[in-house]
């Protein structure tokens, strides 16, 4: 799809094995909301072993840009607070907006 991306990381040997993935699609707000264009990225995935070496920001990158060529202004995620791959995010300049709550009184 145009404007649904899925990309996969694979290592140079033969046969490659896929180590990563990113999806990511361009999101269009009703206009009342916002008239831009919005990058939400629904999952990064870097296999245990191959984490800490450049792949999650590689592929991070490879989908801003692709937003970017989409006109998109914006990008957004979802992360836990205790994800690691929070530091990644904030270094690629994410910031959080949003304060989710939960509560197990239910229980």
Same mark, same amino acid.
């Given at each position: ?9 694979? =290592?140079?040997? =033969? ?12 999101? +269009?707000?009703? &206009?009342?909301?916002?008239?831009? &264009? ?6 990064? +995935? ?9 792949? $999650? ?9 692709? $937003? ?10 979802? =992360? ?6 929070? =530091? ?20």
């Amino acid at each position: 799809m145009r404007d649904h991306l899925f990309r996969i990381a694979e =290592t140079a040997d =033969t046969p490659p094995a896929a180590i990563g993935v990113v999806e990511a699609r361009v999101l +269009y707000p009703p &206009r009342i909301y916002s008239i831009c &264009r919005v990058l939400h990225i629904h999952s990064l +995935y870097v296999v245990p072993e191959h984490r800490m070496r450049g792949v $999650g920001q590689a592929l991070m990158r490879s989908a801003l840009e692709w $937003g970017k060529r989409r006109r998109c202004l914006e990008a957004e995620l979802s =992360t836990l607070a205790c994800n690691p791959a929070r =530091t990644l995010f904030e270094e690629l300049g994410f910031e959080v907006v949003e304060l989710g709550m939960r509560s197990s009184v239910l229980a």
